[in-house]
């Protein structure tokens, strides 16, 4: 069966500055498959090119068997598409705006789009000023969704919405893939590819740093603690936990960075008069200083003075 998605040694570049470089994949059919990095990474670049919205320096890529450059209409009329960032028509509303793109499509099953429009929580009446962020990203989705597409090309989809509207999202997306059809979701979120992804693709200054599956991300799981006890602690009981690193102390309060379990460390500071104790997921941005600041420094350094790709 050939891939829905694959690209060969993918190239864009903006005249001097690093868009993105020899990016290679290949995803298949009914997958949900997660495109990750920090902001600025390439997602969005490759994306773009994808959709033919830009045109690739070299290399090649091919949507459902199409080469990209070739026919790219074939290839939009099987995609729903919603961008990192987009604006549509001000003085429309809700409910105008969605029967617009359903009639570019040639119509769409009503009965879907209302569901959607149900589960989404969205208020249709408005005009698409009038609505928030996350309302907005909202009638994105249900645009993309709307006429079932076959594949599904989503940047940053949850960006605006609130955690149960997150919910909703995940699960209308778990029907899709039911039903047969594949999704290519770029995050810079590492818990929300941990929930909806198959495979992932990590992209840092412009190259794939790793492309696996999803399970393979949990050794990049870590949180950041924060303890705060009523005297001196010292740092060597915690050093010597397994999978505690960068241990620091100032002011009775002690920050470490701990990966896997966090039990060992909720017992050690119990041995203590604990006051206070933190807890956080990092960013995706501090994930990735933190464990490919060196690699990338040798595989992938940046052109001087290059800007970032989004």
Known sequence: MPAIIETERLTKSYGSHRGIVDVDLQIQQGEVFGFLGPNGAGKTTTIRVLLDHIRPSSGRATVFGIETTKDPVAIHRRIGYLPGEFTLYDRLT???????????????????QRSLVERFDLDT???FKEYSKGNKQKVGLIIALQHRPELLILDEPTSGLDPLVQQTFFAVLREAVAEGRTAFLSSHVLSEVEKTCDRVAIIRDGRLTRVDRVEALRDLAHHQVELRFSGVVPTAVFEAIAGVSDVASEDHVLRMRVSGPITPVVRAAAQYELLDFVSREPSLEETFLAEYSDATATVAAPTPGAGGGR
């Open 94 to 112: 809700g409910r105008q705006t969605l029967e617009y793109f359903a009639n570019l499509r040639g119509g769409v099953d009503q009965a879907y």
């Open 125 to 127: 009446s408005r005009r």
